[in-house]
């Protein structure tokens, strides 16, 4: 039945593909199904922050990031009771907290949630980065969204540098990907354009580098007709 755990699992795959196909009313209601189903295995079981997750996120696009807090904060809570304060994968459902409580205004609150993110991500790129796999690309754009929110450009473009420098294909890929954007919005599109060479040279299998192709035309198609 829709209460087995195996089946809210499920549904927290479809409803991120309904999500992405803008079926929101349907999505939203296979999250909370889902939710319902893996509760069944206890109310604050890990695998509750995935759909949590999703649910809030929704919430946020909705327009109703007060409803997303608490389920927000309830992903967070679930998955520190499980793995601890110290664990990394904290920092997507506190990013997405930190996108529901800027939504909501409350933009204290929301810089504490990225700091705290920005905390337990930092030391996944402290040592040596020739060591990461594409597996760390997640947290490399969790971080990097953090830093935007927190206006923190110097050190996020610090650090893209040093990981187009150091880190392996798959992740110099991504990284000069967030550098080519970076130049587009600051409407430099010679270093956007090198960039983005760059980043398909190190990822030419990269899904990323062809919507980065897509987004480069359209700026400067905009700049041409300004």
């Not at 587009?184 to 040279?201: K, L, T, V």
């Amino acid at each position: 039945g829709d209460t087995h755990p195996v089946v809210g699992q499920l549904l927290a795959n479809l409803g991120a593909a309904q999500r992405r196909l803008g079926d929101f009313a349907a999505a939203r209601q296979s999250f909370e199904r889902s939710i319902e189903a893996i509760a069944t295995l206890g109310p604050e079981h890990t695998a509750l922050y995935g759909p949590l997750i999703n649910l809030g996120n929704l919430d946020v696009v909705e327009g109703k990031p007060l409803d997303g807090i608490p389920r927000l904060e309830r992903a967070v809570a679930v998955l520190e009771k499980a793995r601890g304060a110290d664990e990394p994968l904290l920092a997507e459902p506190l990013d997405a907290l930190g996108g529901a409580l800027t939504a909501a205004g409350r933009h204290e609150e929301a810089a504490r949630t990225y700091g705290r993110a920005v905390g337990l991500l930092e030391p996944l790129f402290a040592e040596d980065l020739g060591v990461l796999d594409e597996s760390y690309e997640p947290a490399l754009d969790i971080l990097c969204d953090a830093y935007d929110a927190l206006d923190h450009w110097k050190k996020k473009q610090g650090f893209l540098l040093r990981v187009t420098d150091q880190a392996t294909p798959t992740l110099k890929s991504a990284a000069w990907q967030r550098l080519s954007v970076m130049f587009i919005d600051e409407g430099d599109f010679e270093y956007a354009a090198d960039g983005m060479a760059q980043a398909q040279r190190h990822g030419p299998e990269h899904p990323g580098t062809a919507l980065l192709e897509i987004t480069l035309l359209a700026a400067r198609h905009r700049d041409d007709h300004a």
